[in-house]
């Protein structure tokens, strides 16, 4: 089983739909939760790190479950910009930061 | 804004070749990392580093080498490159490391690296 795993989608939803992925991790002393969006063939960048209370940036919303452990990204009212490959990222081992990846899951947003 | 610097961006070998990829930041990052990317496969970690002098394994390290003699650099070497290993690799920096909550992790534009 993989560490921190993603439905690779792809998810294709009409402009101004909303749409949620989740993540789920496997090691429950996992720390820190972080959603990146990575464009085609360019390098993943932060779209938002995931408290324990949840957060909102905007149209995004990122939730944690410790207890179920997955994390969720939410995203309102798509944007055709908002195409792209959403990655998850744990961080599970308390002092060493070693950033697991998951797969990413692919949405495309049609017109 | 320099950031993460990866060079080269493209890089066709032969099989048993050797070569470094390079990788730079100027944002007195402690932490460094490799990974690699391929399809389906997400992006995973090679050799990460926590400071000058440490380095240590990720979950894909057979293969290649690191060292971190600075705390700007982190070179990732092939020692004798196989097909298999024809990938795009990202290095990434993190300000952040021992006690303190993880960073943001900014990475490097990628290296393109095809082996014959």
């Known amino acids: 089983r993989k560490e921190v795993e993603q439905d690779p989608g792809p998810f294709n939803v009409p402009e101004g739909a909303t749409v949620a992925f989740n993540c789920t991790y496997s090691?429950?002393?996992?720390?820190?939760f972080f959603w990146y969006r990575q464009d085609c063939r360019k390098e993943p960048k932060l779209l938002m790190s995931?408290?324990?209370s949840g957060n909102e940036d905007g149209r995004f919303t990122a939730q944690l479950n410790r207890a179920s452990q997955y994390i969720s990204l939410l995203i309102r009212d798509s944007k055709l910009s908002d195409s792209a490959t959403y990655l998850c990222?744990?961080?599970?081992?308390?002092?060493?930061?070693?950033?697991?990846f998951g797969t990413g899951t692919r949405l495309k947003v049609l017109a | 804004n320099a950031g993460v610097t990866q060079t080269p961006k493209f890089q066709v070998l032969k099989t048993g070749q050797s070569m470094t990829l390079q990788c730079a930041q100027d944002?007195?990052?402690?932490?460094m990392s490799w990974y690699r990317q391929d399809p389906g496969m997400g992006l995973r970690l090679i050799h990460y580093?926590?400071?000058?002098?440490?380095?240590d394994q990720g979950e894909v390290p057979n293969g290649y080498n690191v060292s971190r003699s600075t705390t700007e650099d982190f070179p990732l070497r092939l020692l004798s490159a196989a097909p298999s290993q024809t990938s795009v690799y990202f290095c990434?920096?993190?300000?952040?490391?021992?006690?303190?909550?993880?960073?943001?992790?900014?990475f490097g534009e990628g290296s393109r690296l095809t082996v014959l």
């Open positions: 990434a920096s993190s300000r952040t490391s021992g006690r303190v909550r993880p960073g943001e992790l900014f």
């Open positions: 580093s926590v400071g000058a002098g440490i380095t």
């Open positions: 090691n429950s002393a996992s720390q820190s």
């Open positions: 944002m007195n990052h402690e932490y």
């Open positions: 990222v744990v961080n599970h081992l308390k002092g060493t930061y070693k950033y697991i």
């Open positions: 995931v408290y324990s």
